[in-house]
């Protein structure tokens, strides 16, 4: 009998800790690996030639990333590169999607700002994410932003939020478990 009981005991523990909890702070440091991907690439794939400049409205981006989603859901973002034709006298480009970042549905993506900052501090967006974008260029730069999630818990707990600040020069990345720290 004692045998059962024990091995009841450790299947429950074995059930409790193989559950995934995804934390915001988790889901900054998964951004973060994104954004220092979009960084990568864009160095890695060189300038953007100027007729193509022109024709993507004077922009030398190379990658960028989007998302979608409503403020408070959990969004999907996605990485795009810049792919030129390779006529070199051709405008032509499209982008093309190289990898995505799902936010597990325990995480709320809250709001972001096109500055880096704290929350309150900062100017956010009121709109969706389908108006979040954020480029990297082949110098290495990367425009800044700071992104706010949550935890779908109603109790605030000591992972309860966290946000990631992302510096133009060289793509640095800020990751704070809350939203007010400097």
């Known amino acids: 009998m004692t045998v059962i009981v024990i091995l009841g005991i450790l299947a429950t523990l074995s059930v409790l800790y193989l559950k995934p909890r995804t934390t915001p702070m988790d889901v900054v ?3 973060g690996d994104l954004v220092r991907e979009a960084r990568r690439e864009a160095i890695n794939s060189g300038p953007v030639r100027a007729n193509v400049v022109v024709a993507n409205g004077n922009s030398k981006a190379r990658t960028c990333i989007s998302a979608a989603g409503a403020l408070g859901g959990s969004p999907t973002f996605s990485l795009q590169r810049l792919i030129e034709n390779p006529t070199p006298t051709s405008n032509a480009f499209t982008w093309n999607e190289t990898q995505t970042l799902q936010i597990p549905s325990t995480v709320k993506g809250m709001t972001y ?3 880096v900052g704290t929350n309150p501090g ?3 967006s009121s709109a969706d994410w389908s108006s979040f974008s954020m480029c990297c260029f082949p110098n290495g730069t990367c425009q800044a932003r700071s992104l706010f ?3 779908m818990k109603t109790t605030p707990t000591r992972d309860y939020r966290a946000r990631i600040s992302i510096l133009p020069l060289g793509a640095t990345t800020i ?3 809350d939203w007010t720290s400097p």
């Open 29 to 31: 440091q998964r951004f």
């Open 113 to 115: 700002a096109n500055v």
């Open 122 to 124: 900062v100017t956010v």
């Open 149 to 151: 999630f949550e935890n």
């Open 175 to 177: 990751t704070r478990p």
